[in-house]
């Protein structure tokens, strides 16, 4: 069904890498890796954030290909706001699992720049799918036994000057405007401050995104059990635009959302497939919290959290093909 075999070809290679890397993962990782993972994760976000906030300054890192500065090392501030709301909540988790006080630090540190770095994205839907998690991590957690509760209670208490503080930074430096970049990979107006950024989500600004996501729907009613073929929206998406939606300058090349994308391309049970990667690892997480205490409470409930930033943000987004 491909009208470009070698598109579609790189779709079903990046699914075949993105499992094979999974089922390696899963099956090699053992407990006492976990503080060596966590470590990793926070290193990385620290790294990138920093490189992140230095190009939003407009200090250095300005001539590394972009398509929309600070993107960081992902060629493209959107694609950074994915890896960031991944590797926080893992932050987190190491915050709390260090028994370290340096690690402590340091791992607090990654975490503030990685939150001063997601709020210069501007990206919107990164924001709401951090925020609907936490919420949500938070609302799940209250449902727990008390002495599951009494864990956080008492991991927080006991870095709560810690995390104010980091609270505190990562206010002030919400406050600082972009520095100079060039015209090309500049922030848009709507989105100069943070303020400006929260005000346009509780507006209902979609970016363009809506009409792509209204004539979607002429493909899934026309195609609802196959779909148009892994790797054909974009050129079935002609047919079915009518007028040519224009954002930036360039025509629509994906409809912005990853479940819309799934189900125009590979049909409702391709869809069910795709919403199963979400599904199987929260419904993991319903059966095993009411029993964790300790350490892997802690870790499942920021794992969670991950998972439900990234399947809330893929409605605005398309972090399955990243």
Avoid at 25 to 31: G, K, N
Avoid at 42 to 69: E, H
Avoid at 155 to 174: E, Q
Wanted: glycine share 10%.
């Amino acid at each position: 069904m491909a009208i470009n075999p070698v598109k579609s070809g790189m779709e079903v290679v990046r699914v075949l890498i993105a499992a094979t890397i999974y089922f390696s993962i899963s099956r090699t990782y053992r407990s006492e890796y976990r503080d060596s993972w966590l470590a990793a994760a926070s290193a990385g976000l620290g790294i990138v954030a920093f490189i992140g906030i230095i190009q939003y300054l407009g200090w250095g890192f300005l001539d590394w290909r972009s398509a929309g500065l600070p993107n960081s090392t992902f060629f493209y501030r959107n694609y950074a706001a994915m890896f960031v709301i991944l590797a926080l909540p893992l932050s987190f988790a190491a915050i709390f699992l260090s028994r370290s006080q340096s690690n402590q630090v340091l791992h607090s540190l990654a975490t503030t720049l990685g939150l001063i770095f997601l709020l210069y994205t501007r990206t919107r839907g990164a924001w709401l799918g951090m925020g609907l998690a936490v919420i949500a991590a938070y609302a799940g957690t209250r449902l727990l036994s008390v002495e599951s509760r009494l864990v956080w209670k008492d991991a927080i208490n006991t870095r709560m000057k810690m995390i104010s503080v980091c609270g505190l930074i990562v206010l002030a430096a919400s406050l600082i405007p972009p520095g100079e970049q060039s015209e090309l990979q500049t922030i848009p107006m709507a989105k100069s401050s943070v303020a400006n950024a929260f005000t346009s989500i509780l507006a209902g600004s979609s970016s363009g995104r809506t009409p792509a996501w209204i004539q979607s729907l002429g493909m899934i009613v026309d195609n609802p059990i196959l779909g148009v073929g892994i790797g054909n929206w974009d050129a079935e998406f002609f047919r079915y635009a009518g007028h040519i939606y224009r954002q930036d300058g360039g025509v629509f090349g994906r409809p912005h959302n990853d479940y819309l994308w799934a189900v125009t391309e590979l049909g409702i049970p391709g869809l069910f497939l795709f919403l199963w990667v979400f599904l199987g690892g929260l419904w993991f997480l319903a059966v095993k919290l009411p029993d964790e205490v300790g350490d892997r409470l802690i870790l499942l409930t920021c794992l969670g959290t991950s998972i439900l930033a990234i399947s809330v943000h893929a409605f605005f987004s398309f972090p399955r093909e990243r």
